[in-house]
């Protein structure tokens, strides 16, 4: 059972910046494919990027966003730069045992998920 713990939500003013860090236990990290979702209240689950053989993101947070892993210390990360009101939500980290080319964006496909960190950005 693969278990993942967000860290490096919070509140942070528009322009800022915040990176947030998954960190994986239980499971080999390095075979899972992962991504970063978030969900404001009402919504769904968006895919926000994703990172298995290749990277992907979401239109609105290219250039902005980058997600990168640390296979070695089982860890997914977030930077998010120039960050916007738009962007508030709480943001999950999400692994799926069925690693393609490309990072899925169906929340459905994931296999596990965090428990969610919170962004805030707010003047």
């Known amino acids: 059972q693969v278990q993942l713990v967000e860290f490096g939500g919070g509140l942070v003013q528009p322009g800022g910046s915040l990176r947030l860090s998954c960190a994986a236990s239980?499971?080999?990290?390095?075979?899972?494919?992962m991504a970063w979702f978030r969900q404001t209240p009402g919504k769904e689950r968006e895919f926000v990027a994703g990172?298995?053989?290749?990277?992907y993101y979401l239109d609105s947070v290219k250039g902005r966003f980058a997600i990168s892993r640390d296979n070695a210390k089982n860890t997914v990360y977030l930077q998010m730069n120039s960050l916007r009101p738009d962007d508030t939500a709480v943001f999950y980290c999400a692994a799926d045992e069925d690693r393609q080319l490309v990072p899925s964006i169906r929340s459905y496909d994931y296999d596990y998920w965090g428990q969610g960190t919170r962004v805030t950005v707010s003047s």
């Open positions: 990172i298995s053989r290749t990277t």
């Open positions: 239980g499971g080999t990290f390095s075979r899972y494919a």
